[in-house]
């Protein structure tokens, strides 16, 4: 779909990360879903494009591309495989976005180079066991000792919790400040659990990045979807970060991961508009060749109906996406409407996928086709980077202000 905040840069680059993505991902994607395998030699062919660093100066190793390019890069891979569109985005938006936004120079020169090339992973560690949507019930806590803070507690479904080798993550520093306000961001480092892996393929290890003891991942979780993600718990077992980790203002951390999250939606809501349009393409190509009581089904008025829903649909979350892209982009406030693109992208992207695998009937129901893996990929859209709940809940709160308390 064309759209009138597209230059000729945005098509260029779109035509770009869509070849890679019908070259390189497509025919591995079944593959790796069904090994919940993690897609290295498709990491390193990313790095390589410049999608690990698409929005970042080309001074800190980035693409120097915009953000629209940027949410076009996840919206294209999604179209594709969502796993993959995972990485690209909890790598960019949750990992490194926080770093660019609130790091020191020192920090940023340190970090962004080796994320935005590929060199490691990044990941962003909020949740936690008793802390999900209550992402300010955080109970890691961070003890001041010498020139280091004293880390103890686990972060749980980590997007690069194994992979991974720097995290923003959040723990508590002032357990006297009310809830929200004594949570402080570090920015700590553990080698990837995927050594051998990382050597074959010549990305995602950086053994000249100085990594904080004590931290290390736990189980990978076995996902309904995402499968070739790697989401897993991330440990601190008195855990050394160096005081200079810090990120942004101490006691601050839960008003910048918050923010974090606000941009986080957008990318998420590219994703799940990614999943939808790939699985209406592919009820497209189905419907058109599938043929029963003599004709294509795509001739049936029934099937007329689904299809020409699910076009309007996805042009409606087109515009909602772009559109909080371009408020971002622009610096202008984005909050609301980036819950309301993430909110009816990712329930659309259940509607469309749940509709795909009945048009296509039995053969859908099979990993034959792609349009299942994209039912299961699609759920967690409504639920990571903040529930469909939670996402009313910011709307409604943008909408009311101070009538809410
Ligand atoms: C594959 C995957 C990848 C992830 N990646 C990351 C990551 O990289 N970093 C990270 O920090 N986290 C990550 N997460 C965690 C994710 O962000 C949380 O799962 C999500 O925020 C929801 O938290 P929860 O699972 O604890 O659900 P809960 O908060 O326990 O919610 C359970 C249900 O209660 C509802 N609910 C809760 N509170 C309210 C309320 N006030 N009003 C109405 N309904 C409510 C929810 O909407 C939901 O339906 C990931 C999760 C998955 C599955």
Same mark, same amino acid.
């Given at each position: 779909m064309?759209? #009138?905040? @597209?230059g000729?840069?945005?098509?260029?680059f779109?035509?770009?990360?869509?070849?890679?993505?019908?070259?390189?991902i497509?025919?591995?994607?079944?593959?790796?879903?069904?090994?919940?395998?993690?897609?290295w030699?498709?990491?390193?062919?990313?790095?390589?494009l410049g999608?690990?660093?698409?929005?970042? #100066?080309?001074?800190?190793?980035?693409?120097?591309a915009?953000?629209?390019?940027?949410?076009?890069?996840?919206h294209?891979?999604?179209?594709?495989?969502?796993?993959?569109?995972?990485?690209?985005?909890?790598?960019?938006?949750l990992?490194?976005?926080p770093?660019?936004?609130?790091?020191?120079?020192a920090?940023?020169?340190?970090?962004?180079p080796?994320?935005?090339?590929?060199?490691v992973l990044?990941?962003?560690?909020?949740?936690?066991p008793?802390?999900?949507?209550?992402?300010?019930?955080?109970?890691?806590?961070?003890?001041?000792?010498?020139?280091?803070?004293v880390?103890?507690?686990?972060k749980?479904?980590?997007?690069?919790?194994?992979?991974?080798?720097?995290?923003?993550?959040?723990?508590?520093?002032d357990?006297?400040?009310?809830?929200?306000?004594?949570?402080?961001a570090?920015?700590?480092?553990?080698d990837?659990?995927?050594?051998? &892996?990382?050597?074959r393929?010549?990305?995602?290890?950086?053994a000249?990045?100085?990594?904080?003891?004590?931290?290390?991942?736990?189980?990978r979780?076995?996902?309904?979807?995402?499968?070739a993600?790697?989401?897993?718990e991330?440990i601190?077992?008195?855990?050394?970060?160096?005081? &200079?980790n810090i990120?942004?203002? #101490?006691?601050?951390?839960?008003?910048?991961?918050?923010?974090?999250?606000?941009?986080?939606?957008?990318?998420?809501?590219?994703?799940?508009?990614?999943?939808?349009? *790939?699985a @209406?393409?592919?009820?497209?190509?189905?419907?058109?060749?599938?043929?029963? @009581?003599g004709?294509p089904?795509?001739s049936?008025?029934g099937?007329?109906?689904?299809?020409? $829903?699910m076009?309007?649909?996805?042009?409606?979350a087109?515009?909602l996406?772009?559109?909080?892209?371009?408020?971002?982009?622009?610096?202008? #406030?984005f909050r609301?409407?980036a819950?309301?693109?993430?909110?009816?992208?990712s329930?659309?992207?259940?509607?469309?996928?749940?509709?795909?695998?009945?048009?296509?009937?039995?053969a859908?129901?099979?990993s034959?086709y792609p349009? &299942?893996?994209?039912?299961?990929?699609?759920k967690?859209?409504e639920? *990571?980077?903040?529930?469909s709940?939670?996402?009313?809940?910011?709307?409604a709160?943008?909408?009311?202000? $101070?009538?809410?308390?």
């Amino acid at each position: 779909m064309d759209s #009138p905040l @597209f230059g000729p840069e945005h098509l260029e680059f779109r035509d770009r990360v869509r070849a890679f993505a019908q070259h390189d991902i497509a025919p591995l994607a079944r593959a790796l879903d069904q090994e919940s395998r993690f897609p290295w030699d498709n990491v390193k062919g990313m790095a390589a494009l410049g999608l690990l660093g698409v929005p970042w #100066p080309k001074a800190l190793g980035g693409a120097g591309a915009d953000y629209l390019s940027y949410i076009l890069t996840i919206h294209e891979i999604a179209k594709v495989d969502a796993s993959h569109a995972i990485t690209v985005s909890a790598h960019t938006t949750l990992a490194t976005s926080p770093i660019i936004e609130f790091g020191s120079d020192a920090q940023r020169d340190t970090f962004v180079p080796r994320l935005a090339q590929g060199r490691v992973l990044g990941g962003f560690a909020l949740t936690e066991p008793g802390a999900g949507s209550d992402a300010g019930g955080t109970k890691t806590t961070a003890v001041r000792s010498g020139d280091h803070y004293v880390l103890n507690g686990s972060k749980l479904f980590i997007t690069h919790g194994g992979v991974g080798e720097v995290y923003v993550v959040t723990a508590r520093t002032d357990p006297a400040a009310p809830r929200t306000h004594g949570i402080t961001a570090f920015l700590v480092t553990k080698d990837t659990t995927d050594l051998s &892996e990382t050597a074959r393929a010549g990305v995602g290890h950086d053994a000249t990045l100085p990594k904080c003891p004590g931290v290390k991942a736990g189980k990978r979780e076995d996902k309904l979807g995402w499968r070739a993600s790697d989401t897993r718990e991330l440990i601190f077992q008195d855990a050394l970060v160096p005081a &200079e980790n810090i990120l942004g203002t #101490p006691g601050q951390g839960f008003r910048m991961m918050l923010q974090t999250l606000d941009a986080g939606r957008i990318g998420l809501a590219a994703l799940a508009l990614g999943i939808a349009e *790939g699985a @209406f393409e592919q009820c497209i190509a189905y419907t058109g060749s599938r043929t029963q @009581f003599g004709k294509p089904i795509a001739s049936f008025q029934g099937v007329h109906f689904p299809l020409a $829903d699910m076009a309007t649909e996805i042009a409606a979350a087109h515009h909602l996406v772009y559109h909080a892209a371009w408020l971002k982009m622009n610096a202008r #406030p984005f909050r609301q409407a980036a819950a309301m693109a993430k909110l009816y992208a990712s329930e659309l992207a259940m509607r469309v996928t749940t509709k795909a695998v009945q048009l296509h009937g039995a053969a859908g129901y099979t990993s034959e086709y792609p349009v &299942e893996r994209m039912m299961r990929d699609a759920k967690i859209c409504e639920i *990571g980077e903040g529930t469909s709940e939670i996402q009313r809940i910011v709307i409604a709160r943008s909408l009311l202000g $101070d009538l809410i308390d």
